[in-house]
């Protein structure tokens, strides 16, 4: 049972266009989300993140948005820049607990 | 800061053939953890550690052990390697009470023949 879904393995965007990443969650005990990029033969690295009391964060060009009604959150780069291209995933964690669930990631490539 | 790191970076073994991969952390963390990446599979979390002398059970245990010698070190051992274990294995560490995020050292890439 998956409990956090990145429904999209891909997703191809122009330079300075925005990116949406999106990600839906079915465990309503989750209290926290992050998105983590990751290069080939590299580690994932955090990017944003999250807490289910808000609905939006902003960091530069990133900026995640949580709809909890929905159960969904997504990730939007604007504007999306070549050296974006990686591997995004999807976190979450909750009741009490410090392990993240991860969903199965979507590789964004931006094309100059 | 080195953040975290592991050994070996790179590792080819055979089937039924057993051997450790280390990972050490220099940010003062209690909790360590053991993922795999799969192809298609997103990262899946093998073992973890809450602070020195305790581990738990992640989400795909079964032929791992692990040992957190101390509150840097938290090794991962395969006793028998399978083909199925051919996998890359990151290494991560969070600090307490923190947002959730975790900081991962650079991976292992273990082929099993």
């Known amino acids: 049972d998956q409990q956090v879904k990145q429904n999209s393995p891909s997703l191809s965007v122009q330079e300075g266009r925005i990116s949406i990443l999106n990600c839906d969650y079915t465990n309503s005990m989750f209290d926290y989300f992050l998105w983590y990029k990751k290069y080939p033969a590299e580690g994932p690295t955090f990017l944003i993140s999250?807490?289910?009391?808000?609905d939006k964060n902003e960091d530069g060009r990133f900026t995640v948005f949580l709809n909890k009604s929905a159960k969904h959150l997504s990730l939007h780069i604007v504007p999306s820049q070549p050296g974006d291209s990686a591997v995004y995933f999807c976190?979450?964690?909750?009741?009490?607990?410090?392990?993240?669930?991860f969903g199965k990631g979507t590789k964004l490539t931006v094309n100059p | 800061n080195a953040g975290v790191t592991q050994t070996p970076k790179f590792q080819v073994l055979k089937t039924g053939q057993s051997m450790t991969l280390q990972c050490a952390q220099d940010?003062?963390?209690?909790?360590m953890y053991w993922y795999r990446q799969d192809p298609g599979m997103g990262l899946r979390l093998i073992y973890y550690?809450?602070?020195?002398?305790?581990?738990d059970k992640g989400e795909v245990p079964n032929g791992y052990n692990v040992s957190r010698l101390n509150k840097r070190e938290f090794s991962l051992r395969l006793e028998s390697a399978a083909p199925s274990q051919t996998s890359v294995y990151f290494c991560a560490s969070s600090p307490d009470r923190g947002r959730g995020e975790q900081f991962f050292g650079p991976g292992t890439r273990l082929t099993v023949l």
């Open positions: 940010m003062n963390h209690n909790s």
């Open positions: 550690s809450a602070s020195e002398g305790t581990t």
């Open positions: 999250i807490s289910s009391i808000k």
């Open positions: 976190a979450a964690k909750g009741g009490g607990s410090e392990k993240l669930v």
